[in-house]
């Protein structure tokens, strides 16, 4: 039944989708208020499913990679709520929902949904340690996003190919001030729950550990070469396109909070 939500969720985004396809074929964007409600009425429905999922399973809704994948969703949707009005991103609810749209059907569609026998009561540290690393996720995807927004404008002003999008971007001095801040705020919340990790009180998976400090050290250069001025803004802007898609595979691989052990 929880699923229903879900599907709700989605199509709440898919609709924010087809408004904006629309509004740019007509020639006309007027997509940041319409696409913002479409956006937060499909974080309320992921809200109540991760809500109930929860109470189902008995502790944080991250037990198998169904939930994990719906988890990272609901945290792109929570940054987007958060950030994308301070920055007036009107297009970032164009970039964000057909993330979130993909993250939640590959969640529908594939067979992943599978409970994993509950060995041990919940560990809080472990939740702790889970959740925060995986809210992260949310910040590295929107300056991802915001990356991806970066690099079209970019190269619409290097070709002198410009189109009608170009108009509704914000300018590339806000786009990667922008992503500095998501940036800033991804990495001192997957540095919390990397150092989380250490008051678990049972061992975790070396594979999972090396894969973490991996993505931890990948965007402390991001961000070190961002300031030291080793990478230029569109480097930068495409190293966030590449570290989110480095980091979202690592889905596939981490064990979950029911067997007790975290990603």
């Not at 599907?7 to 740019?24: D, G, M, N, Q, W």
């Not at 109540?48 to 189902?56: C, D, K, N």
Request: charged share 10%; net charge positive.
């Amino acid at each position: 039944m929880d699923r229903y939500l879900l599907i709700a969720s989605t199509v709440c985004f898919l609709v924010a989708i087809a408004h904006t396809v629309l509004e740019l074929r007509g020639g006309i964007f007027r997509a940041m208020r319409f696409n913002f409600v479409a956006v937060g009425l499909g974080f309320i429905l992921q809200t109540i499913f991760l809500s109930v999922r929860g109470h189902a399973v008995g502790r944080c809704p991250i037990t198998n990679l169904f939930e994990v994948i719906i988890f990272v969703a609901w945290s792109v949707a929570l940054f987007y709520m958060v950030v994308g009005p301070a920055y007036r991103l009107s297009l970032m609810g164009a970039f964000t929902a057909p993330l979130v749209v993909l993250l939640q059907l590959t969640a529908l569609i594939l067979p992943i949904d599978h409970p994993h026998p509950i060995k041990l009561p919940p560990n809080s540290w472990l939740e702790f340690h889970a959740s925060i690393s995986l809210v992260a996720y949310g910040g590295f995807a929107l300056a991802g996003i915001a990356g991806v927004m970066y690099l079209v404008q970019e190269r619409q002003l290097k070709t002198h190919q410009i189109h009608s999008i170009f108009y509704h971007l914000p300018p590339l001095t806000d786009l990667f001030a922008a992503i500095t801040r998501l940036l800033w705020w991804g990495f001192a919340l997957y540095t919390v729950g990397l150092f989380s990790g250490f008051f678990v009180g049972e061992p975790l998976p070396w594979t999972q550990i090396i894969c973490a400090i991996g993505v931890w050290i990948l965007y402390g250069i991001i961000l070190q070469g961002r300031y030291l001025h080793w990478f230029a803004p569109k480097r930068v802007a495409a190293l966030c396109v590449i570290g989110f898609s480095a980091a979202l595979t690592l889905l596939w691989g981490i064990t979950f909070t029911a067997q007790t052990h975290a990603p």
